[in-house]
Nanobody, 115 residues
Framework: QVRLVESGGGLVQPGGSLRLSCAAS????????MNWYRQAPGKERELVAI???????NYADSVKGRFTISRDNAKNTVYLQMNSLKPEDTAVYYC?????????WGQGTQVTVSS
């Protein structure tokens, strides 16, 4: 059974930084494509960042140059480093992965950017 657990969210002022973590069990993050999504109140869930098994990354235009996705294979964990945060980055952030033909989601972690 795959389980994804996000952590690291919180309240931060505009311009600040946070690092989100997605700890995986039951799967191996180094051989899967791992994704970060976010969902703001009243909006659809949107893809934020992807890291592929070969280490290549892609980002939504809205976060390019500010967010960085990475992974620690030894800890089986994927990270999302978020810098220069803006109020519009406020959302619940989720990680997900396809594994064995099933799409798994974590429970999400709230990020609030406000002064």
């Amino acid at each position: 059974q795959v389980r994804l657990v996000e952590s690291g969210g919180g309240l931060v002022q505009p311009g600040g930084s946070l690092r989100l973590s997605c700890a995986a069990s039951g799967s191996i993050v180094s051989i899967n494509t791992m994704n970060w999504y976010r969902q703001a109140p009243g909006k659809e869930r949107e893809l934020v960042a992807i890291i592929s098994s070969d280490g290549s990354t892609n980002y939504a235009d809205s976060v390019k140059g500010r967010f960085t996705i990475s992974r620690d294979n030894a800890k089986n964990t994927v990270y999302l480093q978020m810098n220069s945060l803006k109020p519009e980055d406020t959302a619940v952030y989720y990680c997900n992965e396809w594994y064995g033909g099933t799409l798994y989601w974590g429970q999400g972690t709230q990020v609030t950017v406000s002064s």
